[in-house]
Structures are given as structure tokens and as C-alpha cells.
């Protein structure tokens, strides 16, 4: 059974008009090809409408819809031989964060990302991708052992935030994410990051501080999610749609204010629609971003990735 987002009702009502149909021709061996054949039709012209002009709320559903694919579908499709490398060596293993080597289009690599899960047992064990201090202490291992062999990393974005939870806070929830930020920055192998779903404030960034920011065409990345901002400001998570305007936490508003630097394009309709072309799209994307930054020495990766983010944080006076 297809899921559907609110604002693809009259898709969702003309698709099961289309099943509909086509039990009956299965069923009776009626030809009905060119109802079906306009019907389709149809149902892409209202994708490609309904698509084009997303609002922010929109596209904050379309980035949490639950056939989006996940990281492990693009370690699954990406990488070859990916052995997963678990643990902090001082707590536990955090789910949320999975990490290991293995080949990206024949080039050693670490890979390193969250991991919602996929179904309700797969996504209590991740805790929904929300790391612990555990979840970035393990990154934070996993990006010192590419830099000591000079393997270039990958991270894929996708998370609410980093837990809130009290155990996380007593374990240095802050700190964690600070190290990890801080390991990013000193890295003298190329770092290219990906938002693939949500990336959400400090739980994002720590694995994202990267020579490449890519991001997918109906990803979010913000420093809070739209409930938390409505929350915190009108004290109701009811105007999340408002918030999310203001937040400028799409592709296209990141690109503008020069956060990201580049939008990967999705099929029509979404990822979750034909998750195999997302992933291949993002594979060329970040294929290309690694082919220039692997020629670079490692001093001036590190040197450039810092200039970087200190450019973000420069006031632009016209």
C-alpha cells in the first residue's frame, strides 16, 4: 500500500482508480489499456505541477515520508564490500549512526551516516536517527582512522537532531557533537556530505562540517525542526507551517545563502517514488565532488573547509 501525503490526495484518488482498473482487466480480460494509458498521464501531469512548486511545509513532509530511501539503501546500492565498524570504545554502539569502510565506485572510502529505520522495529532500534553522544564518539573514531589512512569519507544526513534525552545529556550530548564538529574541521582527507532526508540543527552538522555540502532537491536542513521553532516562538507547534517558511530550509533557499553547494534532482514525484534513480543521481553527485577533491593536498582540504564555514558566519554588507 502506497503512502501518500496530505497534498496528494487527488494523485492518491486516480491512482486507485488505476488499480481498480486494472483488477478488472486482470480479472475479465477487458481492455481497458487507454483509460489507463490517460489516467497515467494524468497523474503525471499533477505530479509534475504538484512537485514544481512545493511549499517549505510540503517539502519538510515530503523529506520525513517513510519510502524515502535510507542510508542503508544507499550504502547497499553505493558501496561495495562495506564492512560496518561498530562501537565508541568507551559507552556502547549507537544504531542511529552507522559507519565502515568500503569502495565507492572502486575508491576506498569511510562512510559514515544516520539511520532511521525502515519499519517500526527497525526504526525504535535506530531511535528514529537520532544519535547519542555514543552515535558521534563513534564518528568521531571512524573519521581519525580515514585521515590516518587516507581514506576519503562520506556522511549522509538524515535526522530529527541528536537525542534529547537525559541520559544522552548526563553522557555529553554537547561535547560529543563539538568533538565530532571539531574532527570534521581537522580532517586532511576530502569530506563531502550529503543531506539525504532531514538534517536537523547541531545532530546534522556534526557530521556535515564538509569540503562538499550536497543535498537533495526535497531534503530539508535547518538548525530546528518547524515544531520546535513554532513551539519555542508562539509556544503551539500548530504554525509549524509558518515557521517553516521562515526557516529557509530548503534547497533552493540554502543554496542562495551559499550553506550548501550543490542540489541533487529527484525523480518527479519524489525519491520515494523511484528510490533506485535518487540514488543513483546522488552516486554521480558525489562522484563527481570526490574525483576534484581527491587532487588536492591535505593541507589545503583543511585549509578550505575551514574558510568555509567562516565564510558562512561573515556578515555580507552589499
Excluded at 209 to 236: D, F, K, Q, T
Aim: glycine share 10%.
Amino acid at each position: 500500500m502506497d503512502t501518500y501525503l496530505t497534498f496528494e490526495k487527488p494523485i492518491a484518488e486516480i491512482e486507485d482508480k488505476i488499480r481498480e482498473l486494472r483488477h478488472v482487466a486482470d480479472g475479465g480480460g477487458v481492455n481497458i489499456v487507454d483509460e489507463i494509458t490517460r489516467l497515467q498521464a494524468k497523474v503525471d501531469r499533477l505530479l509534475r505541477q504538484t512537485y514544481t512548486r512545493l511549499t517549505p511545509w510540503q517539502r519538510t513532509q515530503v523529506a520525513r515520508h517513510p519510502d524515502r530511501p535510507h542510508m542503508g539503501d544507499y550504502v547497499a546500492a553505493l558501496i561495495e564490500d562495506f564492512t560496518p565498524l561498530a562501537g565508541d570504545r568507551t559507552f556502547a554502539d549507537d544504531k542511529a549512526v552507522i559507519g565502515g569502510l568500503g569502495r565507492f565506485r572502486g575508491r576506498p572510502v569511510m562512510v559514515i551516516g544516520h539511520e532511521k529505520g525502515t519499519d517500526t522495529e527497525g526504526r525504535i532500534a535506530h531511535n528514529f536517527g537520532m544519535a547519542r553522544p555514543e552515535g558521534y564518539r563513534k564518528a568521531v573514531r571512524l573519521m581519525r582512522l580515514a585521515d590516518r589512512f587516507g581514506r576519503p569519507v562520506i556522511t549522509l544526513i538524515d535526522t530529527p537532531g541528536a537525542y534529547p534525552g537525559v541520559g544522552a545529556e548526563e553522557r555529553g550530548q554537547a561535547e560529543a557533537i563539538a568533538r565530532s564538529i571539531e574532527t570534521c574541521l581537522s580532517l586532511r582527507v576530502p569530506l563531502v556530505s550529503a543531506v539525504i532526508g532531514e538534517g536537523g540543527s547541531g545532530g546534522a552538522i556534526a557530521l556535515a562540517v564538509a569540503n562538499r555540502i550536497l543535498m537533495l532537491e526535497h531534503a530539508i536542513y535547518s538548525v530546528i525542526s518547524p515544531e520546535g521553532c513554532a513551539s519555542i516562538l508562539w509556544r503551539s507547534a500548530d504554525r509549524a507551517e509558518e515557521a517553516a517558511a521562515a526557516l529557509k530550509l530548503t534547497a533552493e533557499d540554502l543554496m542562495k545563502l551559499g550553506v550548501i553547494d550543490r542540489i541533487v534532482g529527484e525523480p518527479t514525484g519524489g525519491a520515494h517514488r523511484e528510490p533506485d534513480t535518487a540514488i543513483a543521481s546522488l552516486g554521480v553527485a558525489l562522484e563527481e565532488e570526490l574525483a576534484e577533491l581527491v587532487e588536492l593536498p591535505g593541507s589545503e582540504l583543511k585549509s578550505r573547509r575551514r574558510e568555509k564555514f567562516l565564510e558562512m558566519g561573515r556578515a555580507r554588507i552589499a
